[in-house]
Nanobody, 127 residues
Framework: QVQLTESGGGLVQAGGSLRLSCAAS????????MGWFRQAPGKERESVAG????????FYRDSMKGRFTISRDNAKNTLYLQMNNLKPENTAVYSC????????????????????WGQGTQVTVAS
C-alpha cells in the first residue's frame, strides 16, 4: 500500500510559478515510479510528467517541456512538480500517483499502470 498527499496548489497569476509536493508513505519510496496528472473541468485526466523510482529517468507531456520539472527526494519520501510560466490553460486539479508495477529504474507512461493516487490539489491560473 502507498498513501499519497499533495500540497502546494493555489491561485497564481499567469506567468507565475508554483511548486507542488506529494508526500508518500507505505512502501519504500525509491522502489516505485511516480507521476503527476491533471484534470481540468469537463476534461479527461491527462498525464503531466513521470519519474522513475531512482529519479534518473523522467518524461513530460510535450506542452509541459521546458516549463515544468518533476523531481523526487527519496530521503524525504516526496515528489515535486515545479511549474513555471503558468498559463490559464494549466488550471486543473493536479494529482500524484504511484506505480508499483515496474522496477525502480523504469518510468511509467501508461495511466492504467498507476495503482495508487492522491486526492489532488487545485491549481488556478488567473489571466
Amino acid at each position: 500500500q502507498v498513501q499519497l498527499t499533495e500540497s502546494g496548489g493555489g491561485l497564481v497569476q499567469a506567468g507565475g510559478s508554483l511548486r507542488l509536493s506529494c508526500a508518500a508513505s507505505g512502501r519504500t519510496f525509491s522502489t516505485y515510479a511516480m507521476g503527476w496528472f491533471r484534470q481540468a473541468p469537463g476534461k479527461e485526466r491527462e498525464s503531466v510528467a513521470g519519474i522513475s523510482g531512482t529519479g534518473d529517468s523522467t518524461f513530460y507531456r510535450d506542452s509541459m517541456k521546458g516549463r515544468f520539472t518533476i523531481s523526487r527526494d527519496n530521503a524525504k519520501n516526496t515528489l515535486y512538480l515545479q511549474m513555471n510560466n503558468l498559463k490559464p490553460e494549466n488550471t486543473a486539479v493536479y494529482s500524484c500517483a504511484a506505480s508499483t508495477k515496474r522496477g525502480p529504474s523504469s518510468i511509467v507512461t501508461l495511466t492504467r499502470l498507476y495503482d495508487f493516487w492522491g486526492q489532488g490539489t487545485q491549481v488556478t491560473v488567473a489571466s
